[in-house]
């Protein structure tokens, strides 16, 4: 079954970058929506914004200004830039998939990868 | 954006206990509700898909219910693997939302 697997530094420093990517393996990345989704330590879940496999994105209005993500469909690959992080970003990052219609959301999730915004 | 309501926000159950969790909406979301256990450390895992679909391999103990602005989750018996969290998400409309949790204890 599909695989995600999500990697980046673990620490970032103030107002720098964030960048995460995704690698998808045992499926295809077409076809499919890819999601980024974080949950601050011991807090909820927050859904960060998604890619198309063609490249088209749609993203949470409250990171909308910082967030960028790509697609690299030959490599199977997404990625996340979250500019100008502050230490309200440090948080788990999942990566996750999903399709369109009613029996869409999230079937696969990324194990996860902690990021923590520290000087 | 589109509030997602979850009670309660924690709860104390017994093995073999029925757990009844609730998710409302403000405003319709027809059926486009998902259901997902996360268990300490792990990630999060659906159960439920298009508000009452049983995602495959997930025990028959688990259901849900609902349409519109309220839905259920229904552990008929809770087993002591289903010590966990609960969170409702809602994709019907962007951003999609998840609910603040559902803390099921001991």
């Known amino acids: 079954q599909v695989q995600l697997q999500a990697s980046g530094p673990g620490v970032v420093k103030p107002s720098e970058t964030l960048s995460l990517t995704c690698t998808v393996s045992?499926?295809?990345?077409?076809?499919?929506?890819w999601s980024w989704i974080r949950q601050p330590a011991g807090k909820g879940l927050e859904w960060i914004g998604r890619?198309?496999?063609?490249?088209?994105?749609n993203s949470n209005p409250s990171l909308k200004s910082r967030v960028a993500m790509s697609v690299d469909t030959s490599k199977n690959q997404f990625s996340l830039k979250l500019r100008s992080v502050t230490a309200a970003d440090t948080a788990v990052y999942y990566c996750?998939?999903?399709?369109?219609?009613?029996?869409?959301?999230?079937?696969?999730w990324g194990q996860g990868t902690l990021v923590t915004v520290s000087s | 954006d589109l509030q997602m309501t979850q009670s309660p926000s924690a709860m104390s159950a017994s093995v073999g206990d029925r757990v009844t969790v609730t998710c409302r909406a403000s405003?319709?979301?027809?059926?486009?509700l998902a259901w997902f256990q996360q268990r300490p450390g792990e990630v999060p895992k659906r159960l439920i898909y298009?508000?009452?679909s049983l995602q495959s391999g997930v025990p028959s103990r688990f259901s849900g219910s609902g349409s519109g602005t309220e839905f259920t989750l229904t552990i008929s018996s809770l087993q002591p693997e289903d010590f966990a969290t609960y969170y409702c998400?809602?994709?019907?409309?962007?951003?999609?939302?998840f609910g603040q949790g559902t803390k099921v204890e001991i």
């Open positions: 996750a998939r999903s399709s369109v219609g009613s029996t869409s959301s999230f079937d696969f």
């Open positions: 045992s499926g295809s990345i077409n076809s499919y929506y």
């Open positions: 998400l809602q994709y019907y409309s962007d951003p999609w939302t």
């Open positions: 298009a508000a009452s």
């Open positions: 405003q319709a979301i027809n059926n486009y």
């Open positions: 890619i198309y496999s063609s490249g088209s994105t």
